[in-house]
């Protein structure tokens, strides 16, 4: 592989970053439309057609709060450009590791789930995280505190 | 200071130099609040156990703009005139997660059984938690400022407290120690046993 110098521009990469500029703006703009905030950087959403309930179930589309989800003529279709991987549609899901989220918050953190008992454990989590930040908030000295006053390690 | 949105804006607090972090608080929501079982993931108030000086309860504030609201995509949430009480549409709640990326306290979260949201309700004014505390350390509090006075106030009473362990560290007075947990362990059980006989009276109705 030649490495690349200032000089020598690679079109594919260029056109890969133009097409993916687009993307997000098309994105930002249904978004704002459907006056929706979006609380993460990235993310992926897949659904197996093998476990798929397909015409029978169809609940993932009734709970898709902005209506990403759809029935395309025999399966269920996605339209990427809506989707805020929220966790609507696996908590509704009937079946486990049918539909498959993964997400990337801004602070660099990934979340992946595909099962209810995820969803749940997972929120519980960032719960816990947000009511410790908000303990620090209030006593901002406690860490330091705990830190003067720690068990001195004894020698030998 | 801007006039008060909710005239009688009301939310359970915690005076943290009196919470030993037990956790009956949790065990009394759940049995309050769940039909079968009292199972501490469903209760709405959470206890943190920091370090043995403080310990917390949190729970739904009741905030004046509260960012859960604004986030929901259904209008499944609401805030109550009078009180501002959280309130959820049951059929309208699709358990989406947004109330709760967007609460900055925690105190919102989504029931592991109905995968519907659920927040503090005060129990129609009589809020079991409060009831149930064996150090009497949660209160009804009606404003932020007044919940930050205490957790300021425990603050200062920190380094005297310090001491006052170091040296039965160092003297190895132990007996001291031992009964203050006696004391504490004689509430609890107390407590504990006035949750029992509600969760029985509660199953043979």
């Given at each position: 592989m030649p490495q690349e110098s200032p000089s020598n521009v690679?079109?594919?990469?260029?056109?890969?970053?133009?097409?993916?500029?687009?993307?997000?703006?098309?994105?930002?703009?249904?978004?704002?439309?459907?006056?929706?905030?979006?609380?993460?950087a990235e993310g992926n959403i897949s659904i197996d057609k093998r476990t798929c309930w397909g015409i029978e179930c169809k609940?993932?589309?009734?709970?898709?709060?902005?209506?990403?989800?759809?029935w395309k003529t025999g399966e269920v279709g996605i339209s990427e450009d809506l989707c805020v991987y929220c966790s609507a549609c696996v908590l509704s899901c009937m079946v486990n590791d049918c539909i498959k989220i993964t997400r990337k918050r801004e602070d660099g953190t990934v979340e992946k789930f595909s099962k209810p008992k995820d969803v749940i454990a997972l929120e519980a989590k960032i719960n816990a995280k947000k009511r410790l930040e908000r303990v620090k908030e209030v006593f901002p000295t406690a860490e330091a505190y705990c830190e003067r006053y720690k068990p001195r390690k004894s020698n030998g | 200071?801007?006039?008060?949105?909710?005239?009688?804006?009301?939310?359970?607090?915690?005076?943290?130099?009196?919470?030993?972090?037990?956790?009956?608080?949790?065990?009394?929501?759940s049995t309050e609040k769940e039909e079968s079982r009292g199972n501490p993931i469903c209760s709405r108030i959470r206890v943190i156990r920091m370090?043995?000086?403080?310990?917390?309860?949190?729970?739904?504030?009741?905030?004046?703009?509260?960012?859960?609201?604004?986030?929901?995509?259904?209008?499944?949430l609401a805030q109550a005139e009078k009180t501002?009480?959280?309130?959820?549409?049951?059929?309208?709640?699709?358990?989406?997660?947004?109330?709760?990326?967007?609460?900055?306290?925690?105190?919102?979260?989504?029931?592991?059984?109905?995968?519907?949201?659920?927040?503090?309700?005060?129990?129609?004014?009589?809020?079991?938690?409060?009831?149930?505390?064996?150090?009497?350390a949660l209160e009804l509090v009606s404003s932020d400022d007044e919940a930050d006075k205490k957790f300021n106030a425990t603050l200062e009473k920190l380094p005297a407290e310090t001491e006052r362990l170091a040296n039965i560290a160092k003297?190895?007075?132990?007996?001291?120690?031992?009964?203050?947990?006696?004391k504490r362990g004689i509430k609890v059980n107390e407590k504990l046993e006035a949750l029992r006989k509600k969760a029985s009276s509660k199953k043979q109705k």
């Open positions: 690679d079109i594919f990469n260029l056109l890969s970053d133009s097409g993916k500029k687009a993307k997000k703006q098309q994105r930002e703009e249904l978004l704002a439309a459907a006056g929706v905030k979006e609380f993460f609940l993932c589309i009734k709970a898709c709060p902005t209506n990403a989800l759809y | 200071m801007s006039p008060a949105k909710f005239e009688s804006r009301k939310f359970v607090s915690v005076d943290p130099s009196k919470c030993t972090g037990c956790g009956i608080c949790e065990y009394a929501c370090t043995p000086f403080f310990n917390f309860a949190l729970a739904c504030r009741a905030c004046e703009d509260a960012p859960c609201v604004k986030a929901c995509p259904e209008k499944a501002g009480i959280i309130m959820v549409k049951d059929k309208q709640c699709k358990g989406c997660d947004w109330c709760v990326q967007a609460c900055p306290h925690g105190g919102i979260m989504i029931h592991s059984d109905t995968g519907k949201a659920v927040a503090c309700d005060l129990c129609n004014g009589e809020p079991q938690c409060v009831e149930f505390c064996p150090e009497e003297n190895k007075e132990w007996n001291s120690l031992l009964a203050d947990a006696e």
